[in-house]
């Protein structure tokens, strides 16, 4: 079996699974209690912790520990914005993940927040000019994605970042899919406040974290024992903690850029041995994660694709995992203009830390078969 739908989630590294066995285990004390037992674990918390915030350049009490990407996002999104006092405008693109979307959905419905939405271009770019100049007196915050989970495109929310500082606005940053591939610290976002997600870089499912700069204030959602310094009640998940800090040491600069290089060129042997089947590459060509390969077969169905290359023991899948299932054509390749019947022609092929040249060509001669 050719596994080629990392963007969609990873295996656990086994780095991550030896960290958090032993607090799963023997050592499951609370971290809130003042006996040994809880000291041990409040001190397993605040190293996991001090190693997340190293991966943001941040200092560890600005990291919050949270369930999911989808989590960290909605802290973000909507803490940020509830505990503005510049206004009630919000801006961001028209490619974000469901978690932005339907966060910023919430408030506008129920909080009366006015969303402006700015487009892109074909390959998935947004212009950091044209985000300059939706800000407003009023903006409360701007949220963009580092890179995208269908496309791969890369965001320049450095130049993003540079706009909003001008004019005093803070940035939200998704760096779910880029976080295994790219740097994702302050400095190389231009962020003040990013999230990412463990079951995207080799810890399990069920546990992510956000990271905001020094006071910026952020409303709470979860409310209770003011755990995470108040930023998000409810006893912590130590054993996933330690585990998410495990795999964010997994990715060192040269580790990280290595790993990029040989992925990339696996996925450009794909791309080659496909060159002249009749599909085209969605994306960008120059910006974008090294990891994903995304195209429309016009004409055929994006369903039956990912049917057939799986009885050839390929598996891939038709965009975001959250999609999948939905016959409704993707929002992001809607966004870069692409038909709506084309739309749903779309595959996605994501690799992994551990894809090979073998996988990527493996995956071609499917296709070759299914699509010849
Ligand atoms: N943001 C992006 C770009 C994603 O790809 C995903 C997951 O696919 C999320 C957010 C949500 O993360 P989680 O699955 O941890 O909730």
Redesign the pocket.
């Known amino acids: 079996m050719i596994l080629l739908d990392h ?2 989630t990873t295996p656990v590294a086994r780095a991550a699974l030896e960290a958090m066995w032993p607090y799963l285990t023997g050592e499951f004390g609370n971290p809130s209690s003042t006996h040994a037992f809880g000291d041990r674990a409040a001190r397993a918390l605040q190293d996991a912790r001090r190693d997340v915030a190293g991966l943001f350049g941040g200092r560890p009490s600005e990291v919050t520990f949270t369930a ?4 960290a ?1 909605n802290t973000a999104v909507k803490g940020i914005v509830l505990a503005s006092t510049r206004g009630r405008h919000v801006v961001t693109t028209a490619v974000e ?1 469901e ?2 979307l339907a966060s910023l959905d919430h408030l506008r419905r129920r909080h009366g927040v006015e969303v402006e939405v700015v487009g892109v271009d074909s390959a998935g770019r947004v212009d950091p000019d044209e985000i300059g100049r939706a800000l407003r007196p009023e903006t409360a915050l701007v949220t963009v ?1 580092a ?3 269908e496309i791969g495109t890369i965001q320049d929310t450095r130049a993003i970042g540079d706009a909003c500082r001008a004019v005093g606005v803070p940035l939200h940053v ?1 760096a ?2 880029a976080a295994g591939w790219l740097p994702v610290d302050r400095d190389a976002l231009g962020a003040d406040a990013i ?1 990412i ?4 870089l080799g810890a399990p ?1 069920g546990v ?1 974290a956000l990271w905001t700069r020094g006071r910026l204030p952020v409303e709470a959602l979860v409310h209770g024992g003011g755990q995470e310094r108040g930023r998000r009640s409810g006893t912590e998940n130590v054993a996933f903690a330690v585990a998410l800090a495990a795999a964010v040491r997994e990715l060192r600069p040269e580790d990280r850029d290595r790993r990029a290089t040989e992925v990339a060129a696996a996925r450009d042997a794909f791309v080659d041995a496909v060159g002249d089947l009749p599909i085209r590459f969605t994306g960008s060509e120059t910006h974008r994660l090294p990891s994903i390969a995304s195209f429309v077969a016009p004409g055929r169905s994006g369903e039956s694709i990912l049917l057939d290359l799986e009885e050839r023991g390929v598996v891939v899948s038709s965009g ?3 999609a999948a299932g939905r016959d409704e054509p993707s929002h992001v390749l809607l966004a870069c203009g692409v038909d709506p019947a084309e739309a749903l022609t779309a595959v996605r092929l994501s690799f992994g830390h551990d894809s090979t040249r073998a996988d990527a060509l493996g995956a071609a001669a499917a296709l070759r078969d299914v699509l010849g």
């Open positions: 963007a969609a999911s990407g989808t989590e996002i993940h978690a932005t994605m890179a995208n989970n998704d779910v899919q999230s997600s463990g079951h995207k499912k992510g975001s995992a959250c």
